[in-house]
């Protein structure tokens, strides 16, 4: 179920059930320019559900091929026309989907990047289209950070974090001043912050005692602050 939020008095303006088989939908991008949004599912295959925002309406789906499973992350390159899914599976796989179809067409498979033995569950990603790369984070022990290549669609490198700094779940971006921050999924939680620049750990912070498990994230780059979500009960 997709449900919609007004903003402006803060209340539920409306839902859509989707079809049959469009179950858990883990991840999630929008495009405001042309007025669609994307839902990723965690089903195996993964589909990719296309949503008009104009009059809250499912427009089609993509299913994924086998083994594209579990869309657990996404990240959306508008000036191209392009989304990233990250997939929970062993080695992990991203796949590209091409929205520049027809509106009434769901989007469309351009193809798919197997990543190495023991880059595994792509919990979080991150997307600099200025420099044109996308980042994904691993939920492994320690984390990886795996750096795609945009324009040639491959893997360029992969930093693998400390020990400890384990289960990357949700991630942030300040494109401006060069920086990523990875939250783990541990007791405490740790932000690890990466350079973009030349790809590495510039260091890590480590939450207080219950502030575990970071499971969201996001950022007000304005006025330089993060905010990260805990798993927890109460959150």
Known sequence: IVVKIRLSDFTRVGAITL????????????????????????????????IRLSDFTRVGAITLNAGEDNLNSAVIDTSNAYVYFGTETSPGRVVK????????????????????????????????????YAYFGTAT?????????????????????????????????????GYAYFGTNTHPGIVVKIQLSDFTRVG?????????NLAAAVIDTTNGYAYFGTDTSPG
């Open 204 to 212: 890590a912070l480590t939450l207080n005692t219950d502030e575990d």
């Open 141 to 177: 022990s320690p984390g990886k950070i795996v750096k795609i290549n945009l324009s040639t669609f491959a893997t360029s490198t992969t930093l693998t974090l400390n020990t400890g700094e384990n289960n990357l779940y949700s991630a942030v971006i300040d494109t401006t001043n």
């Open 97 to 132: 989907i091409d929205l520049n179809v027809a509106s009434s067409s769901p989007p469309t498979r351009v193809g798919a990047i197997t990543l190495n033995t023991g880059e595994n569950d792509l919990y979080s990603a991150v997307i600099d289209t200025t420099n044109g």
């Open 19 to 50: 079809a049959s088989g469009e179950d858990y939908l883990r991840s999630a991008v929008i495009d405001t320019a042309n007025g669609y949004a994307y839902f990723g599912t965690f089903t195996s295959p993964g589909i990719v559900v296309k």
